[in-house]
């Protein structure tokens, strides 16, 4: 592979006009500020946050949901770390308040942890939050077959997970969408598949590189893309060869189309969006049911996640929506575009 100043220069010899890309996954927009990446680019090349951060598109009404379940003292509510501090419509009120003043909620790794919390505990309703992608969701199918199978009825998910596809088909299909080309997710694409993301070259004319995750390989994967950009070619390529096969992990997906249905789930920012999410089939867990509507809260978190607004151009930044003290999401996670940008005080 070539280093980060020969693939600079490779870059800034291409002479791009102006032009967006779009990378999806919330790891890349942290590895891509934590490299600087930003510094070595063209002006004329912008980088813009997609929908790929799970706790960032997650919408208020669904947080509001699960923090209602947390007052019953007869359930636990098992999530992972950064939803703990994901504030519902009312700013301020999070799992880790609610924790404080008395609530059961624990802190998990794996959806597997959380079967085992309901093991520990039978005369508690141990509710798992099961939030993600493709990535996440064949950990939440596997523990609740496990469950199923064990006979263990005191356990149930909470099912926020989504899939990148319709997603990506809705930002594309905006009027206003200005992206020349995706960075593909490669922790997403671990699971699908380089050909999961083939409908954007195929159905939209736009071309895609599933990225790695180092400096060297977002920098390459930036730089395949923009060729490609200049060529008017528009195809997938995947970079990340070491992570990810043409096909996928097909285990992973089998138990994926056995243990959930697709439905029509609430994005933050982007209202709902046809079959884009994941829930357990009927009969295989208890099915916890989710809003039918967003909350509106004044975070702009949602045009963030859909590149239509820099993290700075929010008049909440740094200001009402800190670290300390967030808003929205975008500022909690650990992958979210504005923690990136008030962290490495990028625009």
Known sequence: MLNVFELANRIKELEMPPTVIMEVCGTHTMAIAENGIRSVLP???????GPGCPVCVTPACEIDAYLKLSEDPDNVIATYGDMIRVPGSTRGDNLALRRARGANVEVVYSPADAVEIAKDNPEKNVIFLGVGFETSAPGTAAASKTAREEGISNFSVYTMLKTCEPVLRTLCEQKDFEVKGFLCPGHVATIIGAKGFEFLSKDYGIPGVVSGFEGEDILLSIYLLLRQIKDGNAQIINEYTRGVTYEGNVEAQKIMREEFDTYDAIWRGLGKIEKSGLRLKEGNAPVIPLPEKDTPTGCRCGDVICGRLSPKECPMFGKVC???????????SSEGACSASYKYDYT
Do not use: F
């Open 43 to 49: 002006p004329e090349i912008k980088l813009v946050s």
């Open 322 to 332: 800190t670290p300390e003290d967030p808003v929205g999401p975008c500022m909690v």
